[in-house]
């Protein structure tokens, strides 16, 4: 029971984002370099948590100057 109206749900949402769906399958872009960065940085700064201060974190994720 639990599971139909689970997918039902799922079923109203992608209908309802019918345009959004059609234009990410068939679109030739991608955002997935701009993800991959994102998602670059975010582990750089979980591994970064309270260890040290901005200038640190600059140095890990530009470089030194």
Known sequence: MVG???VAS???GVLKD???ISA???SPWS???TEGQI???????RQMYARGKL???QARVIGPN
């Open 10 to 12: 799922f079923a109203s």
């Open 31 to 33: 955002n997935g370099q």
């Open 39 to 45: 998602t670059k940085l975010k582990l750089v700064k």
């Open 4 to 6: 139909a109206s689970l």
């Open 55 to 57: 200038d640190l974190l």
């Open 18 to 20: 019918r345009e959004a």
């Open 24 to 26: 990410a399958i068939t």
